[in-house]
């Protein structure tokens, strides 16, 4: 009998402390899991940003363009008019981009001309080139 009972606080002692184990365990793989996602939330937040500065990218050429088409020359001045191409483009509040700015290069020989607007996304590191967006505008002969 006193075997018997030797032999079962032997395996209680070579078990305790085990559960206490396992939690720190599940603890640590539960943490982990909620800081990849945290990094994945953070990761997904940035890229909406930026497709919401090309969307607005987008937008700003496409009202250049349709300039473009509407006065049938692709001679355009992105800093003249009220308010200029730039101005436009680099003021976030009225739907601009966050330093943006516009450059058209224009043939008219050809009648066409490349639309370049780049961005800087405030959260970019200062190493990293900016943002870009080109588009190319070919008008019909006149």
């Given at each position: ?6 032999s ?9 402390g ?7 365990v599940?603890?640590?793989?539960f943490?982990?899991?909620i ?14 940003l930026?497709a ?10 496409n ?12 001679a ?5 008019g ?33 639309i ?12 990293q080139?900016?943002?870009?967006l080109?588009?190319?505008v070919?008008l019909?002969?006149?």
């Open positions: 009998m006193t075997h018997q009972r030797l079962r606080s032997v395996a209680r002692a070579s078990q305790s085990v559960a206490l184990i396992e939690v720190l599940s603890v640590l793989l943490s982990l899991g800081l990849g996602l945290i990094g994945l939330q953070t990761r997904a937040i940035g890229l909406s930026d919401e500065d090309r969307n607005r990218a987008a937008l700003i050429a009202d250049i363009a349709a300039t473009m088409w509407t006065t049938r020359t692709v355009i001045d992105p800093d003249v009220e308010p200029s191409w730039n101005d436009r483009a680099s003021n976030p509040q009225a739907g601009g981009l966050p330093g943006g700015t516009v450059q058209i290069t224009s043939d008219v020989a050809a009648n066409t001309a490349d370049l607007i780049t961005w800087r996304p405030p959260q970019r590191p200062v190493g080139q900016d943002s870009r080109t588009t190319r070919a019909p002969p006149p």
